[in-house]
C-alpha cells in the first residue's frame, strides 16, 4: 500500500513542482497549496510510474529540467530520477498536477 508520494521537478536551483500526495487522506500539498484528490488521480500517478526505471541519468548540457520522485510505501522509499533524460509518459506527470492548479 503506497502511503505517499513526494514529487520534485526544478530547473537549474528554480523549483518548478514540489509536491507530496497523501493517500490515506487523498490530498496533495502542490507548491504550497492543498487539494483533494479522488481515486482516479491517485491510481493514474501509480499508473504513470510503475514501468519506470529508478534512474534515466543525466543528459549532455546546462539548466535542464531535474525529476525525482519518491514513493514511500510499507515502510519502503522507492526513488525515480531523471535530468535531462526522461521516461516516455514523464510529461502526463507534469500535466495531471497541472489540472489541479484549474481547479
Request: hydrophobic share 30%; proline share 2%; charged share 25%.
Amino acid at each position: 500500500m503506497i502511503d505517499a508520494i513526494e514529487i520534485n521537478i526544478k530547473t537549474g536551483m528554480l523549483s518548478q513542482t514540489n509536491a507530496l500526495i497523501h493517500y490515506p487522506n487523498k490530498v496533495c500539498y502542490l507548491n504550497n497549496k492543498k487539494y483533494n484528490v479522488d481515486d482516479k488521480f491517485l491510481d493514474e500517478i501509480v499508473s504513470i510510474i510503475t514501468y519506470w526505471n529508478n534512474e534515466y541519468g543525466i543528459g549532455k548540457g546546462i539548466d535542464m529540467e531535474e525529476f525525482t520522485i519518491t514513493v514511500y510505501s510499507n515502510k519502503k522509499k522507492t526513488k525515480y530520477h531523471g535530468k535531462g533524460k526522461y521516461p516516455d509518459n514523464y510529461s502526463r506527470i507534469k500535466e495531471l498536477l497541472g489540472e489541479l492548479n484549474v481547479r
